[in-house]
Nanobody, 121 residues
Framework: QVQVVESGGGSVQAGDSLRLSCSVT?????MGWFRQAPGKEREFVAA????????SYSDAVKGRFTISDDSAKNTVFLQMTSLKPEDTAVYYC?????????????????WGQGTQVTVSS
């Protein structure tokens, strides 16, 4: 059974940085970060294939966010820099049972409960 648990959310000021962590139990091949702001659909943020280093980012975060993995700890990170108020959302980590970088939520098999990130101006 795969379990996904996010941590590291919080309230910060615009321009600050924050690192989210996603701890995974069970075997998975790819991971993704998504976010959902109030009244909006869940949107893709970043994805990574374990141990290969292949990554993908949405245009909204490219150059500001970095996804990485520590396979020894079964943990994926999302380093967020130069945060903007529009980055405010609940951030979800998702696990995929097959290798690949996908931006649509339907391509992921397991989800965490989410962690709130609030960026104030």
């Amino acid at each position: 059974q795969v379990q996904v648990v996010e941590s590291g959310g919080g309230s910060v000021q615009a321009g600050d940085s924050l690192r989210l962590s996603c701890s995974v139990t069970g075997r998975t091949f790819s991971m993704g970060w998504f976010r959902q702001a109030p009244g909006k659909e869940r949107e893709f943020v970043a994805a990574i294939v374990w141990n290969i280093g292949s990554t993908s980012y949405s245009d909204a975060v490219k150059g500001r966010f970095t996804i990485s993995d520590d396979s020894a700890k079964n943990t994926v990170f999302l380093q967020m820099t130069s945060l903007k108020p529009e980055d405010t959302a609940v951030y979800y980590c998702a696990a995929r049972l097959h290798r690949g970088l996908f931006a649509h939520p339907r391509n992921y098999d397991y989800w965490g409960q989410g962690t709130q990130v609030t960026v104030s101006s």
